[in-house]
């Protein structure tokens, strides 16, 4: 794990999503918490900030297109651009989610995600903000 990212905020209405990725993050040390809507995550994020606890990092899913987790990013790269971001998602890389990229998102992760393609694209993004 590199040091530049330690906290993970995950978001998204499932569950079984949110506890399966905490399970294997906080298995490799990580600092996890987690929301189940963009207005909770939203929340949390000026919740930490203003406590300066920061996150550095928040993973979300996007299993359908039109969804609201798609919002999430702008508000993130406008108000907390020291947030990394992940988006995992079923789809491929449709036009959605290129214009995300263009808006400043930091990973993408196709459906079905192992642990391990997981914790290898927070290393990745941890070597980034490392050389940053």
Do not use: C
């Not at 569950?15 to 294997?24: G, K, P, Q, Y």
């Not at 990580?30 to 990092?57: H, P, Q």
């Not at 927070?122 to 980034?128: A, E, F």
């Amino acid at each position: 794990m590199f040091k530049s990212i330690k906290r993970i905020l995950v978001v998204d209405d499932e569950a079984e999503f949110v506890h399966t990725i905490i399970r294997h993050l906080k298995r490799e040390g990580f600092i996890v918490d987690s929301a189940y809507d963009v207005e909770e995550a939203r929340r949390k994020i000026d919740d930490s900030a203003r406590m300066l606890i920061l996150y550095d990092l928040l993973i979300t899913e996007i299993v359908r297109p039109n969804t609201e987790a798609i919002e999430l990013l702008p508000w993130i790269k406008k108000n907390h651009p020291e947030i990394s971001v992940i988006i995992v998602s079923g789809f491929g890389k449709n036009d959605m989610l290129r214009e995300t990229m263009r808006e400043g998102l930091d990973g993408y992760a196709k459906i079905p995600l192992t642990p391990k393609k997981m914790i290898d694209l927070i290393n990745i993004i941890g070597q980034k903000r490392g050389n940053s």
